[in-house]
């Protein structure tokens, strides 16, 4: 199928110095890509990013906040949130081009010249809309998500996917109330990791509620739970019948991640994903992947060229 992905130098400096999230993930994912020869398969285009619009960004982020951020970008040190995400010289400029990026690949697959598309620098997920949160600067997806209720419709029928071993508080709480945004985000129990959130009866609150699913899983838990829970997923999306999905494909619950306790074989990541785009070929909609996490960075750029080559195959 004809996948759109995106990729440039800005765009894939995404990641921190002396950090766990390293640029080198995009670097290595070059490599594999063009050991691949899929980059000569007429299927799949690529596309450059380009810095978003402060505008952009300001339909999920306050102003104060997008400010602080810019000046901790000039000045090129300090912290984003508590701890975890650390200020660099030039990190407006990268977290702008994710957002771009992902605001792109929704737009291009809406207007169905793709039916997926890639922003593997993309998938921030616990960006607040007035704070960053654990390596996320600017939240791309809920920044999507207000740019397609904006464009389309308020009601606009949204379904956002999530499987990294994280739960996406970003996405939850910002659209915790809202009945046409659902979410199905499958991770590992917040007891356990960070960001200790996304329990089972987090559902979606007032008019929303139900529109939500939240599935901790107990550390240590692997292929067999993953695939149990996407079917799941699989089913929820034919049940609400989404205009589009958004699927964080964050890597970081494979088995070896240096920070999280699950198990999942690339196997049984693979599948998981083909489950979702298969669910979105009988649907008839398309899909826009998200990088999201992982820490092991060799096996998530092997990974995201095997995430490719599934789309093209389908
Ligand atoms: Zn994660």
New binding site residues.
């Given amino acids: 199928m004809k996948t759109l992905l995106f990729m440039d130098d800005l765009l894939f400096k995404y990641g921190f110095p002396n950090h766990p999230l390293t640029p080198l993930r995009y670097e290595y994912f070059r490599e594999y890509l063009s050991e691949s020869g899929l980059l000569d398969n007429p299927d799949l285009v690529t596309a450059s990013s380009s810095v978003a619009d402060e505008s952009l960004i300001a339909l999920f982020h306050t102003k104060p906040y997008i400010e602080r951020v810019k000046e901790l970008s000039e000045v090129g040190y300090g912290l984003l949130d508590r701890g975890d995400t650390p200020a660099y010289k030039g990190v407006y400029e990268v977290a702008a081009s994710s957002v771009y990026a992902t605001v792109e690949a929704v737009k291009r697959v809406v207007e169905g010249d793709y039916l997926f598309a890639l922003n593997l620098a993309g998938g921030w997920h616990h960006a607040m809309r007035s704070s960053a949160g654990?390596f996320c600067v600017f939240n791309d997806i809920g920044v999507a998500i207000e740019y397609l209720k904006k464009w389309k419709s308020p009601d606009y029928r949204i379904l956002y996917i999530d499987i990294?071993?994280?739960h996406g508080d970003g996405v939850y709480y910002p659209f915790e109330s809202d009945p046409h945004v659902y979410i199905f985000d499958i991770h590992e129990d917040g007891r356990y990791l960070y960001p200790g959130t996304g329990f089972a009866h987090e559902e979606g609150s007032g008019p929303a509620r139900g529109t939500k699913k939240n599935i901790p899983l107990p550390p240590y838990a692997g292929d067999e739970e993953l695939l149990k829970y996407v079917d799941m997923a699989c089913s929820f999306a034919r049940d609400i019948n989404p205009s589009i999905i958004l699927l964080q494909g964050?890597l970081?619950g494979l088995a070896g991640d240096p920070?999280?306790h699950l198990n999942y074989t690339v196997d049984g990541y693979i599948n998981s994903v083909r489950k979702i785009l298969e669910t979105c070929l009988d649907l008839g909609i398309g899909l826009v992947f998200l990088g999201?996490?992982?820490y092991q960075p060799r096996v998530v750029a092997r990974t995201w060229v095997d995430v490719i080559k599934l789309m093209l195959s389908l």
Avoid: E, I, K, P
């Fill in positions: 654990g990294d071993a994280h964050g970081d920070l999280t999201g996490g992982g």
